[in-house]
């Protein structure tokens, strides 16, 4: 569908929703697909768009393998200078200054197109700023037009900074200097089953946690292994020259997974039609291990996770049944490597095979370029590609 057409239909509400039916069409009819938003354009020669500027979002189904185009959407004010540091429940979260973070639904295709959410989380005092222009994670307990929702933020270091958006409250976790990385890059997850917070350590060896209020004490897990596979020392040797991170993921039942993701370093840099270098890796992915959690903190090496198929890059992680959307690969994991210098792709869990649809993003992002003004397109900076879990529609 053209974004001409979705142009068109925006001032139609009824059509409007027939088309985004139609578009990200499911088992459920009135469910969207899980979606990639990759690439966010406007056109101009400027290095960062200015408020007002029309926008193109650029998005991919991995259910149809797909590339589709929503816009002109025009950027509003507050995100002109902002960047987009993670996601989660379709919900983008935006920081212009170290003390001003922001959510919007932006992002999504299915959001008004003149006036998306904007919703401010609290301030923060400067004494708490050195280092929270960096972002690792972020989780939400649900939407956060929802009264009790609760939004957490994992910046670089100790700090995770806890708020109810609607609210207006908000409140900061210094986690335990002696079991945890300073330069740690974790990211987080909310459990519905257990209406707590979840954040892999280092290594991936133990879980923090905490509840879904303003005021609570985190609590240290220690995870334990069980059925771990047999390596070659060649397999041992290329694992080990691989940079890992891990990540825990809920399906819809309440099963939880740890995923360790083992991404081998290849970069190389294209340069671009719009004169950037995009850097980016075919297959820098080598290994996903999936362990499955069972009581009392036990984890088993699975690689059969069934119907399921997760979702794992620069958003919250989750995970979806592969039969409820037809077209997805049941256990398999949907990854975007953006943050490690690759593309997204989909792996098999049972095979441990994976397959890259980054070869043909760069081409998609300006596939319209003729369709612009002095044939200009430029890439709104510093906003990082993320999967967009299922919502109504």
């Not at 519905?192 to 133990?206: A, E, L, V």
């Not at 041992?236 to 993701?261: A, D, I, M």
């Not at 095979?353 to 612009?372: E, G, L, P, V």
Request: aromatic share 12%; net charge neutral; hydrophobic share 35%.
């Amino acid at each position: 569908m053209s974004s001409l057409l979705l142009s068109r239909l925006s001032s139609r509400p009824s059509l409007r929703k027939l088309a985004l039916v139609r578009m990200f069409s499911s088992s459920s009819s009135t469910t969207t697909n899980p979606y990639l938003m990759y690439c966010v354009t406007y056109s101009g020669e400027a290095e960062a768009p200015e408020a007002g500027a029309m926008t193109k979002l650029r998005m991919f189904d991995p259910a149809k393998e797909e590339y589709f185009t929503v816009g002109d959407k025009p950027l509003p004010k507050e995100l002109a200078q902002s960047r987009m540091v993670g996601s989660s429940q379709g919900w983008g979260v935006y920081i212009r200054t170290p003390d001003s973070i922001l959510i919007s639904d932006y992002c999504n295709p299915s959001s008004s197109k003149s006036n998306p959410k904007m919703i401010h989380l609290p301030r923060r005092g400067h004494e708490d700023s050195s280092q929270t222009e960096l972002v690792s994670g972020v989780a939400m307990s649900s939407s956060p037009e929802e009264e009790d929702s609760v939004a957490a933020v994992k910046f670089m270091g100790r700090m995770v900074g806890i708020y109810m958006p609607r609210q207006g409250n908000g409140n900061f976790l210094y986690l335990s200097s002696l079991a945890f990385d300073y330069l740690e890059q974790a990211k987080l997850m909310y459990s519905k089953r257990d209406q707590r917070f979840y954040m892999p350590c280092s290594g991936g060896h133990h879980l923090w946690s905490w509840n879904a209020i303003i005021h609570t004490e985190p609590q240290y897990h220690d995870l334990r292994f069980h059925n771990l596979p047999q390596f070659s020392l060649s397999q041992l040797q290329l694992l080990n020259s691989c940079y890992r991170t891990q990540q825990l993921v809920e399906s819809p039942s309440g099963q939880r997974f740890l995923v360790k993701w083992y991404v081998q370093s290849l970069g190389r840099y294209v340069k671009s039609v719009v004169r950037r270098s995009i850097r980016f890796n075919f297959g820098g992915t080598k290994w996903f291990m999936v362990f499955r959690e069972e009581e009392d903190m036990n984890m088993c090496y699975t690689e059969d996770i069934g119907d399921l198929c997760m979702f794992l890059g620069n958003n919250e992680p989750f995970c979806v049944k592969a039969s409820s959307f037809p077209g997805l690969n049941p256990n398999s994991i949907y990854f975007l490597g953006e943050g490690y210098g690759e593309g997204y792709g989909v792996y098999d869990i049972a095979t441990g095979s994976s397959r890259c649809f980054n070869a043909k993003s760069i081409n998609s992002c300006f596939s319209d370029i003729a369709d612009t003004p002095n044939g200009e397109v430029s890439v709104v900076p510093d906003w990082v590609p993320h999967w967009i879990p299922p919502s109504p529609l």
